[in-house]
């Protein structure tokens, strides 16, 4: 099975030559300039153009002419296979790669899994859960989170009371 990231997600047709307008769900909007092809709906699809608005792209796709064929993949994904992602910086990492990490604090204290990551102006948060107990916040901050480990689904935390009163 191969591994894929959504990058987008289709939320409208735009105009009658089967263009797509596209919610990005990447960090740098950049990232789609240099596409040559992407996954929609399990289908390969050679990416025509792209043109850039606020908050929004439009994607010419190939294989996509007429209105009525573009309104097919309305609320769809737009998808790139894991080697053709976005190469990230070191101490950064995929949220679907985050997500299911277990997460401990440094004495060894099993927190629960992360089920979700918020994105926030400033930093990512890190949704926790551990069955019968609260969920935990926590900031995704070097100050905060000491040690992940994608290989090993495991990310190590400072102890909640410290940070907690900090």
Known sequence: MEDFFSIGQ??????????????PLTDDINRFDDLDSVYVD?????????????????????????????????NKYIKVLR???????????????IIGCNVFDENDKDLGEVYDV?????????????EGQQDILVP??????????????????????EWLES
Do not use: M
């Open 118 to 130: 918020i994105s926030t102006k400033n930093n990512d948060v890190y949704c926790i859960r551990k």
């Open 10 to 23: 289709i939320i409208n047709t735009h105009g009658v030559r089967g263009e797509l307008k596209i919610y």
């Open 140 to 161: 995704a901050l070097k100050d905060i989170v000491l040690k992940i480990e994608i290989e090993n689904k495991k990310i190590v935390i400072k102890a909640v009371e």
């Open 42 to 74: 399990n289908e390969i699809k050679k990416v025509i153009s792209v043109k850039k608005q606020p908050n929004k792209l439009i994607l010419k796709l190939e294989g996509i002419d007429t209105l009525d064929e573009a309104v097919k993949y309305k």
């Open 83 to 97: 080697e053709d992602a976005v190469e990230l910086k070191e101490g950064q990492y995929f949220i679907k790669d």
